[in-house]
């Protein structure tokens, strides 16, 4: 198992596929980080929105 | 189907027969009376035909080229857009309810209702596509393979898309969600319906395509009204 | 006894607190054999002899299929045992299902996509395998909005999940009838796709980012469900005990650390 180019620009260009290759790469991986970001984000603008609710709920105990 | 009255026969199952044929006859009556609204379909279906020519070209080589691939997405988005009234009416002057409350299992009520809409539209579909054929320059060998999948098709898409109908018939404007949710569903059938007339143009037998298109159909009906009948209880609730 | 797990299966409490621990866990292998796996196979395993570099689209394009495909199934799958227990989870994955199958179909499109410019010298190709997988991303599209489509969430939930069986029953016909149809169509100009015996060197890193990619719909099916488990219980006890000891815990670490800071 050997590192299949030349060099480290060699790696970028990939015989003339490089754009190709690392678009793909590139939106695959953009796809995935939002898939794991999103439900992260939507937990913490919950908890953000009960707290703020829970606190408004102390302030007026009835 | 006259057996209803065979004495040996258990009464649960004359009761279903007797409700069967009580709505199928009902509803086609209601169809019957609703003319206008039966015939919407059918112009829907001439006048997508007749954008064609002036869209693509009025050149009968072209035409006959795509002649049985148009037909077939025609009638298909035709019986698209007839579904939405397939149980919407029943939804709202409450007969749906009580279709639901009913002792008599509703996949025979929903398989009636199902038959009606093949009759007022389907069929129609399929007896008017000759001359829509005529239209669009059908190379003479495709109109005889052209009714038959038609008439196998359409069947075959009413209860697909009755499944459909029946997921929105509690939404306001459901028409769209139908056409978008029941449309992927349709492409078995729109495959070897096409390309059963397709081939018979070009002199081919095309006996495997419309036994596939009977298979769907056996398939359809064994299942598509329990889905649908399934997706009644579920929906008209909410 | 054996059952017990299944009927606990029924609470989403339970579950959010089970899957605390596996969290961690899961997000580290997840991220570990994708850098492996990309990395191996964009510069560690041969080029193709006929398609060059351009094939290395494969190591996201296949797992990213085998996933759309694999998520509709435990989407339909969830929806069934919700609809036959009547249980709340089940739908909550459901639902958490959806985008995530969706957006990886939407991958497995786009990857296709761009590998296809560089072989078939076009964008866009009516291949069977791209055909079918647009026919699923149209699948999707329609559970999401048929989901949303409801006031009452029970009634949505309920829907898509018939609606999600009934493409279960539907997928295996699709595929079929698409296969037919492409070799009915097939331009024979294009026909040496890929299919070149593939060596050992290339498969490893190929399996590497299946697992990867199976790992990665675990814990994003995770997060969404936990998500999704907070907003529908937001009313019971034990989340409004959740919330406070998260907003407190916020709340005091900024004193805290601005005293010791002192």
Redo the contacts between chains.
Sequence with gaps: ?????DSFAS?IA??G??P??W???G??FA??A???A???L??RR???E??RQ?RIANRNPD | MTEVTVPGSAGGSATTFSMFWATLRRDLLLAIRNRAEMVNPLVFFLIAITMIPLGVSPETKTLAAIAPGLIWVMALLATLLSLDGLFRSDFEDGSLEQMLISPQPLYFTVLAKVMVHWLVTGLPLTLMSPLLGVMLALPSGGYGPLCITLLLGTASMSLIGA?GAA??V??RK?GL?LS??V???Y??VL??GA?AVHNAVLGSVINSQIAVLGA?LALAIV?APL?AA??LR??S?? | MAWQWFHRLGSPRWFYEKTQAWLPWLTAITLVL?VVG?IWG??????DAKQ???Y??IY??VP?AFLALAGYYIMAISGAIGLIWKMKLPYMVMK?AA??GA??T??SL??GS??G??TWGTWWEWDARITSML?LF??Y???M??QQ????R???D??SA??A???T??IP??Y???D??YT?HQPATIKFVGESSIHP?MLYPLLIMVIAFYC?YA??LL??T??EI??RE?RTQW??EL??R??GSVNHDIPVKGGSAV
Aim: charged share 5%.
């Design positions: 198992m050997n590192f299949q180019f790696f990939m015989n596929h490089g190709f290759v678009a793909a790469y939106i695959t796809v995935l939002y898939l794991l999103s439900p992260l939507q937990r919950f908890v953000r009960q707290a829970q | 499944v997921l929105t509690a939404l459901g969600l978008l949710i449309m992927p569903l492409v078995p495959i070897f390309s769907f299942l889905a399934g997706a579920v929906s609730d909410g | 994708l990309s964009l510069a560690f395993a041969p080029a060059g570099n351009s290395r689209i996201i394009h990213a958490s985008p995530i957006a990886l939407f991958v786009v990857t761009i590998w410019k560089p026919i149209f699948l599209l329609g559970i909005a048929l489509a409801f006031h009452s029970d009634t949505g309920k829907a018939i609606l069986l009934v493409g029953v539907n016909i699709i079929k009838s698409v037919w149809w009915l060197s990665f814990l994003a997060l969404y936990r998500a907070l907003r937001s989340v409004n919330v406070a998260q907003a």
